[in-house]
């Protein structure tokens, strides 16, 4: 089994550009959700979507969107990348969005931002 | 606000037994997450405690006490594998995890 697949593994992206970032689940999982993490920070949520066809803001949400038209998927778009979007991107997923629903996580997606 | 405390770094020798602490305010609590996370990797899960106890799995244990806003991960018998860093998550009460910066353990031969 797959699990969670992100692409690109990488990107360099120049300022002003935009770009999408991939995430797919093959768990049928529920819940899925986008971190950053940085160096000397804790993951930072993005956006979640608890079900298919809704979306929700997370703690940084500012620079960023995302859709959820189906369970499998559900990409982050960067519209117009800055350089302080430099990071690494972790898409997971959850069987549910209550106490005790384990978070899994995909393999990330190193982006910089020049 | 919402606050996660864990030591920044930790060495320990192979084959010894380390606890990593964590400590924490949230608004509500469902339970406290520990993962693991290699350089470089994605975190993968090790453990969930909901109410206060300890609970074994294998080489790793977790401690939750939920009054003290406090959790620690054993881990025994430490392998060369072992060296990672490991991230206290616990749950509010959105059912969103709020993460700490994570602990590096360092082992030592």
């Known amino acids: 089994t797959a699990g969670i697949t992100q692409a690109p593994t990488s990107q360099i992206l120049a300022a002003g550009r935009s770009m999408t970032l991939r995430c797919t689940q093959d768990?049928?999982?529920?819940?899925m959700y986008w971190y950053r993490q940085d160096l000397g920070l804790g993951l930072r949520l993005i956006h979640y979507?608890?079900?298919?066809?809704?979306?929700g803001k997370g703690e940084v949400p500012d620079g960023y969107s995302v859709s959820r038209a189906n369970t499998d998927d559900f990409p982050l778009t960067l519209a117009s990348a800055v350089p302080s979007q430099t990071s690494v991107y972790f898409c997971?997923?959850?069987?549910?969005?209550?106490?005790?629903?384990?978070?899994?996580f995909g393999p990330g997606t190193r982006l910089t931002v020049l | 606000g919402q606050n996660i405390d864990q030591p920044t770094e930790m060495t320990a020798t192979e084959g010894a037994i380390v606890q990593i602490n964590c400590t924490y305010q949230?608004?509500?609590?469902?339970?406290l997450f520990w993962y693991q996370q290699h350089a470089g990797e994605a975190p993968t899960f090790l453990s969930y405690?909901?109410l206060d106890g300890l609970e074994e799995k294998g080489r790793f244990s977790s401690f939750l006490s939920r009054s003290k806003g406090y959790s620690y991960l054993l881990l025994k018998e430490l392998q060369m594998k072992d060296s990672a860093s490991y991230l206290c998550?616990?749950?509010?009460?959105?059912?969103?995890?709020?993460w700490g910066a994570g602990t590096k353990l360092i082992i030592k031969p």
């Open positions: 997971a997923s959850s069987e549910g969005s209550g106490s005790g629903d384990t978070q899994y």
């Open positions: 768990m049928r999982h529920n819940a």
């Open positions: 979507s608890n079900t298919a066809g809704t979306t």
């Open positions: 949230t608004s509500g609590f469902n339970g």
């Open positions: 405690n909901v």
């Open positions: 998550a616990p749950m509010d009460s959105n059912y969103q995890l709020i």
